[in-house]
């Protein structure tokens, strides 16, 4: 069955980094307006949601960072629904050197809900966009502050939007966000490390 107001549906963004591992990022949306008649075109239009999303923070993503594709599935209907390429995005636009695998900027949402919140951690940055002391330069924290807040504004694609949110499985509950922010300094990822993909 198409996917209807008020599914909740997981999208998975897919990056290769220096042709080897594997990163993700995962985001929960609710549908507020679906008025295409497929799944397939469903997913084309988050998709380019999704695409806009990243353009924002593109410029600190590592040039060895590849945009591989973004996987979708109706949780509320428990079915995958169609992948889809990126719409423009290839790879990162940063120069030079990545920062270690496990080094990641994050940004992290806030909801009502105490204790419950969604996040990412993004894909390598480039060195350039470090500061002294582990944090972000600031051209880099005010792009990934650009792409949380936009984010977190949710999907409007005229015929396919949605917000985001927690979604905790054991209970099935979706939380919205309220909004996003943006940490200082970068983060440790260890589950992101040579031949393990997160």
Known sequence: MTAIVGDIIRTTAIFQWASSDFFTNQFYWQLTVQNEPTDLAVTAKMALAMDAFYLLTNAPISGTVNYVQIDFQNITQDQLMPTQPWPTLTS??????????????????????????????????????????????????????????????????????????????????????????????????RRRRLGVGS
Do not use: W
């Not at 920062?99 to 204790?115: D, E, I």
């Open 92 to 189: 990162g636009a940063a120069g030079g050197d990545s920062l270690p695998t496990q080094v990641a900027a994050l940004v992290y949402y806030k909801t009502l809900r105490p204790r419950t919140r969604a996040a990412q951690y993004m894909p390598p940055f480039g060195e350039a966009f470090s500061g002294s002391g582990g944090t972000l330069s600031v051209s880099a924290g005010l792009a990934l502050q650009d792409f949380g807040d936009n984010v977190a504004s949710g999907i409007l694609e005229l015929t396919v939007e949605a917000i985001l949110g927690a979604y905790n499985p054991g209970l099935a509950r979706f939380t919205p966000v309220t909004a996003a922010i943006v940490p200082s300094n970068y983060r440790t990822q």
